[in-house]
């Protein structure tokens, strides 16, 4: 049984109160499905999820109608359109825009049955979003002329002279900014200045984004890159040189998960629909399919990853609150401040 009709039947039974119940239906005719169409800005690619919204179940209680584009510009949107935006849902590929949203009231806080699916670790302290999936901050690194033995042991290794011309990074990245943002709430803003300064020293080779630099690791253009783990899974394993590495260190502040996220729109006139939405992301069969289709890690307990991908390891991550990789406008400022933006 669906956890969709599952749900149904107990929305039910618990609305029955004492009056008689309603004759059994008609088997023979199937019974119809009343939908809501939710409008979802999605800053996760088509790429991404859209086959995953086709999978949606026949019996789930809501269709969507998906408008895709970079995160940035969805949450801009959002905040431009106010009241008046037709958005109930916003999908977003990282949780700093949506700590943003959450920051100027304009998300709905969940219900704690949707709350709890999740890892504490990877949901809003204030319950206005959650995280869907994750992606894991790496070096991708040329397995053919690196060794474990030769590579950075912590994050703050990258800024060693030693690495001069062979590394490449994304300044203007989102996750990279999420990932700074850690950093000065970890180091402080003197000491990740110092650092961002010490790596731009390295000449590193910039990168619009993560893929191209794990192309480079592969081809031999660069020896180590700053990108998200799920990139290297998604070349053909065939001939495949580049390698992904994580600070052997528990609790690096390199090793940080990244995650997207969702989270409901607080004038939202569908929220029982967007609800239902947010709980079949997170739902087992879904969860999976980030795992097993996109390489990601899985943010509901108990869901394994990709046999490709390796499971994290007990204490492997640093301890990041959410709202610490949303704080992004004293980043950008930094970065600014620094010619990388």
């Not at 109160?17 to 008609?26: C, S």
């Not at 998604?234 to 090793?255: E, V, Y």
């Not at 940080?256 to 607080?266: D, P």
């Not at 991550?317 to 950008?332: E, F, G, H, I, M």
Request: hydrophobic share 35%; with cysteine.
């Amino acid at each position: 049984m669906s956890p969709f009709t599952v749900f149904s039947f107990l929305l039910a039974v618990s609305c029955g109160g004492g009056e008689p119940a309603d004759p059994a239906p008609d088997k023979s005719e199937p019974t119809q499905v009343k939908k809501t169409t939710l409008t979802v800005y999605s800053g996760r690619g088509e790429s991404l999820v859209g086959e995953l919204f086709k999978r949606i179940p026949d019996d789930a209680p809501f269709n969507v109608e998906v408008q895709y584009g970079k995160t940035a510009e969805m949450v801009t949107r959002l905040l431009s359109e106010g009241d008046q935006s037709p958005a109930d849902i916003i999908f977003a590929q990282d949780s700093g825009h949506l700590g943003a949203l959450a920051a100027r009231n304009v998300l709905a806080e969940l219900p704690q049955t949707i709350l709890s699916t999740v890892d504490p670790a990877f949901r809003s302290e204030t319950g206005e979003w959650v995280g869907t999936s994750g992606r894991l901050r790496v070096l991708v690194y040329d397995s053919s002329k690196l060794g474990a033995k030769d590579l950075p042991q912590s994050l703050e290794e990258i800024a060693d002279p030693k690495w001069k011309g062979k590394l490449g990074w994304a300044p203007t990245n989102g996750s990279l900014h999420a990932h700074v943002s850690a950093l000065r709430h970890s180091w402080g803003d003197e000491k990740t200045r110092t650092w961002l300064k010490a790596v731009q020293a390295n000449n590193p080779t910039k990168y619009p984004k993560n893929s191209p630099q794990v192309a480079a690791a592969n081809d031999g253009a660069i020896e180590i890159g700053w990108v998200n783990h799920y990139y290297l899974h998604r070349l053909d394993k065939g001939g495949r040189i580049a390698m992904n590495w994580s600070f052997p260190t528990p609790g690096d502040i390199g090793n940080v998960l990244m995650v997207a996220g969702v989270g409901i729109r607080k004038n939202s006139p569908n929220r029982e629909a967007a609800e239902a939405f947010v709980a079949w992301l997170l739902s087992e069969d879904t969860q999976m399919y980030f795992a097993r289709e996109g390489y990601e890690y899985p943010t509901r307990p108990g869901i394994a990853t990709h046999p490709d991908v390796p499971p994290l390891k007990p204490g492997q991550l640093a301890t990041v609150k959410q709202s610490n990789l949303a704080d992004l406008a004293p980043t950008r400022t930094m970065l600014t401040e620094l010619g990388l933006l």
